[in-house]
């Protein structure tokens, strides 16, 4: 079985600066997609960024961008210039190429952002 | 603007009460999802459906029931809620079982069981 592991409970960051949230996954798989999820206060989940495992480069989204290292199961989160709105909890996900659509979560990450 | 919509935002029952939790989503979403969310925890998966009147379990589904009759809708009930269901419950939906299409998310049910 796939497992995500988040071991940032909590991460704290300078507006403007720089922040990396960490995730790592097990998987005997080779095809599969990894996610950020970002739940501000309001719950609503939103989609931040998405890598597909067969693509080697890593996916970009404005501010946000990953750093994905598939062979040593790797899968962070880099946000640049932070802003007072990215304040959030962030959730690594793992979705199976040929299993259906279930995302398997990490235990999630609690980003404040000082101003 | 596509939606999940969860029925309530706050519920509080009592012990041993059968409790519903209702999803409907606009999309005509095949695939839809059930999700508890615990601090440290993160999201676990109680139950899906890929189609209509069809279930499958998720990781931890003790406890827990659906009930998909109609497309747009997924049930979660609860048969006799214990106070360790006390819980954010999230629901979702997606398209096609093997499509990558994005995921829908609804606000969340916080569940308070007394």
């Known amino acids: 079985a796939q497992t995500v592991t988040q071991s940032q409970p909590e991460m704290s960051v300078q507006e403007a600066e720089t922040v990396t949230l960490s995730c790592t996954y097990d998987?005997?798989?080779?095809?599969?997609?990894l996610f950020w999820y970002k739940q501000p206060p309001s719950r609503q989940m939103i989609l931040v960024i998405r890598?597909?495992?067969?693509?080697?480069q890593n996916a970009t989204e404005n501010r946000f961008s990953v750093n994905f290292q598939k062979a040593a199961k790797s899968f962070s989160l880099k946000i640049s210039d932070s802003q007072l709105g990215d304040a959030a909890m962030y959730f690594c996900a793992y979705r199976s190429y040929n299993q259906g659509g279930k995302l398997i979560f990490g235990q999630g990450t609690e980003l404040s952002v000082k101003p | 603007d596509v939606k999940v919509t969860q029925s309530s935002r706050y519920l509080v029952k009592r012990t041993g009460e059968k409790v519903f939790l209702e999803c409907v989503q606009d999309?005509?979403?095949?695939?839809m999802f059930w999700y508890r969310q615990d601090p440290g925890l993160g999201l676990r998966l109680i139950y899906f459906?890929?189609?209509?009147?069809?279930?499958e379990k998720g990781d931890i589904p003790e406890g827990y029931s659906v009930s998909r009759e109609k497309k747009e809708r997924f049930s979660l009930i609860l048969e006799s809620a214990s106070t360790n269901q006390t819980s954010m419950y999230l629901c979702?939906?997606?398209?096609?079982?093997?499509?990558?299409?994005?995921?829908?998310f609804g606000s969340g049910t916080r569940l308070t069981v007394v």
């Open positions: 998987t005997s798989e080779s095809d599969y997609y």
């Open positions: 979702a939906s997606s398209g096609g079982r093997w499509s990558i299409s994005r995921y829908t």
């Open positions: 459906s890929y189609d209509v009147k069809m279930k």
């Open positions: 999309m005509d979403h095949e695939n």
């Open positions: 890598q597909e495992a067969y693509k080697q």
